[in-house]
């Protein structure tokens, strides 16, 4: 198993930056790959980024490329989101969430396909 605890939220105005982190608890932390999904309020959870076991591979849902980035550290068993650029409808709270079936190349943009999840960090941005 693995524990997942986000950091970084706040509020920030429209075209700021937030570097939102989660830790994960583990030795295997390699072994997951790790996504960033998002829910607004009274909307659905959504996928925002993901990022394969090997960092080779990431992904991003369309609104947030070119603004996000996703990166992770091994070694520090962490995974980052650095927002860029931010807007109002990017507003949401923040969750992490791990996958331990992927194979080394994959970056899921399905959330059901993960198997742990932290407990989100809020972002709030004032136009």
């Known amino acids: 198993q693995v524990q997942l605890v986000e950091s970084g939220g706040g509020l920030v105005q429209a075209g700021g930056s937030l570097r939102l982190s989660c830790a994960a608890s583990?030795?295997?932390?390699?072994?997951?790959?790790m996504g960033w999904f998002r829910q607004a309020p009274g909307k659905e959870r959504e996928f925002v980024a993901a990022i394969s076991r090997n960092s080779a591979i990431t992904k991003y849902e369309d609104s947030v490329k070119g603004r996000f980035t996703i990166s992770r550290d091994n070694a520090k068993n962490t995974v980052s989101l650095q927002m860029n650029s931010l807007k109002p409808e990017d507003t949401a709270v923040y969750y992490c969430?791990?996958?331990?079936?992927?194979?080394?190349?994959?970056?899921?943009?399905?959330?059901?396909?993960?198997?742990?999840w932290g407990q989100g960090t809020q972002v709030t941005v004032s136009s």
């Open positions: 969430a791990a996958d331990s079936t992927s194979n080394y190349y994959r970056a899921p943009d399905d959330e059901h396909q993960y198997d742990y």
């Open positions: 583990g030795r295997t932390f390699s072994s997951y790959a």
